[in-house]
């Protein structure tokens, strides 16, 4: 029996986009309105318009807040926490 770990799940098919996630994660870890600070980025194909959600290797899920920031600013609730 494994061990799981609790992460950020992205359903891409409902993002708009909005870019606040980022907003909210950078916000996290400097205290500024920093999205190069965040862990999560979101990147929309102009060509295609399929967007793509990447969880970045330093998401620690905002251990110590019972929802991770990004989760609780995302209006289409497009993330979620869960187990992979």
């Known amino acids: 029996m494994g061990v799981f770990a609790e992460t950020i799940l992205a359903d891409t098919r409902a993002c708009t986009g909005c870019?606040?996630?980022?907003?909210?994660?950078?916000?996290?870890?400097?205290?500024?309105?920093?999205?190069?600070?965040s862990t999560i980025r979101v990147h929309r194909d102009d060509a295609s318009g399929m967007i793509d959600i990447n969880i970045l290797e330093g998401c620690d899920t905002c251990r110590g807040i019972?929802?991770?920031?990004?989760?609780?600013?995302?209006?289409?609730?497009?993330?979620?926490?869960?187990?992979?």
């Not at 870019?19 to 600070?37: N, V, Y």
């Not at 989760?71 to 609730?77: L, Y």
């Open 19 to 37: 870019l606040a996630c980022e907003l909210a994660c950078g916000f996290r870890w400097s205290k500024s309105i920093d999205p190069s600070q």
């Open 66 to 84: 019972e929802i991770p920031m990004c989760v609780s600013i995302c209006s289409p609730r497009v993330l979620s926490l869960g187990r992979r």
